[in-house]
């Protein structure tokens, strides 16, 4: 079992900037960042491989960071230049094992799920 506790999360102005933490208990091997606004689908936002590799949802590309401390067991997302259109709960997700063409933005690819905390941009 593996627990995920998001933090984070506020109220900010466009192009302002937050950073999400996700604290893990449990080994953890791949992760990622989802979104869900309300009325639409969950998606996914940025996945990072147990190897260190990424993946960016179009939308954030070059504006979010996703990043892992390893020692920490810590999940993170810098977000820059933020935009209405990113506001969302945003969730973390983690599975604890090798999966065979893993699709890193696919939420059927992860087994555990954090609670969210919610972004909130303003124009």
């Known amino acids: 079992q593996v627990q995920l506790v998001e933090s984070g999360g506020g109220a900010v102005q466009s192009g302002g900037s937050l950073r999400l933490s996700c604290a893990a208990a449990?080994?953890?091997?791949?992760m990622g960042w989802f979104r869900q606004a309300p009325g639409k689908e969950r998606e996914g936002v940025a996945g990072i491989s147990g190897g260190g590799s990424t993946e960016y949802a179009d939308s954030v590309k070059g504006r979010f960071t996703i990043s892992r401390d390893k020692a920490k067991n810590t999940l993170y997302l810098q977000m820059n230049s933020l935009k209405p259109d990113d506001t969302a709960m945003y969730y973390c997700?983690?599975?604890?094992?090798?999966?065979?063409?893993?699709?890193?933005?696919?939420?059927?690819?992860?087994?555990?799920w954090g609670q969210g905390t919610q972004v909130t941009v303003s124009s």
């Open positions: 449990g080994y953890t091997y791949n």
């Open positions: 997700a983690a599975d604890d094992r090798v999966r065979v063409g893993w699709l890193p933005l696919t939420t059927t690819y992860y087994t555990y």
